[in-house]
């Protein structure tokens, strides 16, 4: 099994953890004299399951993401971890060029000029980068999903 199919098996194991704990929730309570839909009690032992499976996808992923290589990027997991630093990164940059450009600010004639502290075409020049440099990682990380075999 390729590591993106387990990847898609645990957002499937994550998503139904998630959905037994909305029929749990709806069913915890129910008023006196009415039956819930669901058991409870039912449902929570085949959350336990779900989480127990969940539990298996992220470890055998885990293990395989530090046990791939990806040349220049490092492990996996190093990639994966340069890859969330990059998205922080181009949202910062990204934001404060907006801030800097007044991005939803009017000005009234009346009031103080507004002025920039810093170089707005600077920073978007960099979140550019960034976001290349993002979109070029991402693409190596897919492509190792796709080629890598899940690690038991």
């Known amino acids: 099994m ?3 199919e387990a990847l898609s098996l645990r957002t499937d194991a994550r998503r139904r953890v998630d959905q037994l704990r909305a029929r749990i929730t709806a069913n915890a309570r129910y008023q006196e004299g009415e039956e819930p839909t669901e058991s409870s009690a039912d449902l929570l032992v085949e959350a336990e399951r779900a989480l127990d499976e969940l539990e298996s996808w992220i470890g055998r992923i885990n293990r395989t993401n530090a046990a791939v290589d ?8 190093d ?6 630093v990059l998205r922080l990164r ?4 990204t934001s404060a060029a907006d801030a800097a450009a007044g991005t939803g600010f ?6 103080l000029r ?4 810093l170089p707005v075409c600077e920073l978007r020049s960099r979140a550019d980068d960034v976001a290349r440099a993002l979109r070029e ?3 190596r990380i897919q492509q190792a999903n796709w080629t890598h075999d899940l690690v038991d």
């Not at 990806?70 to 997991?77: E, Q």
């Not at 507004?114 to 502290?117: D, E, R």
């Open 137 to 139: 990682l991402d693409v």
């Open 114 to 117: 507004q002025l920039t502290s």
């Open 79 to 84: 990639a994966l971890a340069r890859r969330d």
């Open 106 to 111: 009017r000005q009234l004639r009346s009031e």
């Open 90 to 93: 181009h949202a910062l940059l």
């Open 70 to 77: 990806l040349g220049a990027d490092g492990t996996m997991t």
């Open 2 to 4: 390729k590591i993106a």
